[in-house]
């Protein structure tokens, strides 16, 4: 976990009341308190605009957070911590458009100030739907909640935004003028919660952490990498949020992206926010634009039929509710994509994302070259396969590395053996949920895991391109697949072509 000793802090969610909070909020934050990471005086007020049949105000909020805890705290559940966490937490009910509200938050910020005998910290998370995100700037602004002035120096304000950080690089650019104009980026944290994976944040620890991958790291050695984020459920009750987005919006944009940077960017100078950050942003601003006019043989979209699962019959992405009948939003995505730079060229990462597929998958595979020469026999039995080293990001969180040996006897055969690195063997712990550690890290003022405006506004460029040679499609160019299979046979067809094979989900 982080090192840095938090400072006194006081968190204002505005969305207090709404599935993220409940879900993954407020028991991240229990944990932190049971783990006493979180900063002797800190303070949580709720903003949101929920009425409270009875207890109304900071009682009934109390009662609410209660009962998320309870249903959603994923550890043994701790009934002191629970109390000692509530006893520090207020409410307040307001539209988010209401100045009167942001007044609210000023005296409760500073009658909170006299408590603790300091300015404490001031962190603002924005947890609400996208659409509310520019007022709340506004008014956070307006309300003189953004100031740093008379407050002692180092007591800067904070502003979590989560996603989705716009909807294209227009939009995103807006987002970030607007609340660029009232924090600085150092203040600005955008949650993509991937980089809050214990896993996501080996990456980075493995490949420069060990002097025996690094050397082979590059296009002289590795073959291709697959990229795959395979989840099996639907969308659930998303189909507003959804049919807007699609899976290139929802996935790629901003956690496989991240994911890309991280197994492909160079090494940082140091460990610092600002280092780690601009390498990751280099290697974005390196990866190829699509090309429009050839982008089928590049890009395959899939839509997800009616099947069985389990036993259980699923509905087909257009008819669940909310979805257009005719949607043309895509539910999987598979593309090929190359990093124009020094150690990358003609390396192709080969990606994938999609719902409702034959399991919940999160991986990385960096395949390297065969040998040169097939020493052991012109027959199959006798050529080494593929070194492959898997990064495995969810559900196994562990790492594999697959090497050739003899396969013990008197004939010359090649074996294809595993070495495996399972973290829940290694370590009797509980991997941290991602919240944990992204909110602890804005709560010390850490922005190392939380991606820059430049990374944000140019994968939007690239996916801007990709949906402008989308534009002129018709519906039948996304592919139906099976629930429970791998994609549509096309997304096979865009690998096949190179010679390789997708991995097993
Ligand atoms: C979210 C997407 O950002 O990530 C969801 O909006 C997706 O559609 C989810 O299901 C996946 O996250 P995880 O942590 O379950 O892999």
Known sequence: MNDITAKPTTLVIFGATGDLSRRKLLPALLRLEVLGLLPECF??????????????????????????????????????????????????????EDSDGYTEI?????????????????????????????????MLSHSQLADRRGRGDGVLPRIIIEKPFGQSSESSAKLNDLVLNHFDEEEVYRIDHYLGKETVQNILFFRFGNSIYEPLWNQKYIDHIQITVAESDGIGTRGKYYEEAGALRDMVQNHIMQLLALVAMEPPTTMTSENIRSKKVDLIESIRPVE????????????????????????????????????????????????????????????????????RKTEIAVTFKAPPHCLFGSEEKACPKDNVLVLKIQPDEGIDFDFNIKYPGTTQRVDNVTMDFSYKEAYDVTL??????????????????????????????????????????????????????????????????????????
């Not at 003022?445 to 460029?461: C, M, N, Q, V, Y």
């Open 43 to 96: 303070n949580i007020i709720g903003f949101s605009t929920r009425a409270f049949d009875s207890n109304n105000g900071d009682e009934g909020f109390k009662d609410y957070a209660l009962s998320a805890l309870r249903e959603h705290y994923t550890y043994d559940f701790d009934e002191s911590a629970a109390k000692k966490l509530l006893s520090k937490t207020r409410f307040i009910r307001s539209t988010f």
């Open 106 to 138: 000023l005296k409760r910020l500073d009658d909170i100030d006299q408590e603790c005998g300091v300015a404490c910290d001031r962190v603002f998370y924005l947890a609400t739907p996208p659409t509310f995100f520019p007022v709340i700037i506004d």
């Open 292 to 359: 429009i006019d050839n982008i089928d043989n590049f890009i395959v979209r899939g839509r997800y039929d009616k099947g069985i699962i389990n036993g259980e019959t699923t509905v087909a992405y257009r008819d669940e509710a909310n979805v257009s009948s005719d949607s043309t939003t895509e539910t999987f995505v598979a593309l090929k994509v190359f990093i124009d730079n020094w150690r990358w060229s003609d390396v192709p990462f080969y990606i994938r994302t999609g719902k409702r597929l034959k399991a």
């Open 432 to 505: 941290p949920e991602a919240y944990e550690r992204l909110l602890l890290d804005c709560i010390t003022g850490d922005s190392t895991l939380f991606p820059h405006k430049r990374a944000i506004e140019t994968s939007w460029k690239l996916i801007d391109e990709v949906l402008k040679g989308w534009q002129s499609s018709s519906a039948e160019d996304v592919a139906d697949y099976l629930p429970g299979s791998a994609g549509p046979k096309e997304a096979d067809l865009l690998i096949e072509r190179d010679g390789r094979k997708w991995r097993d989900i």
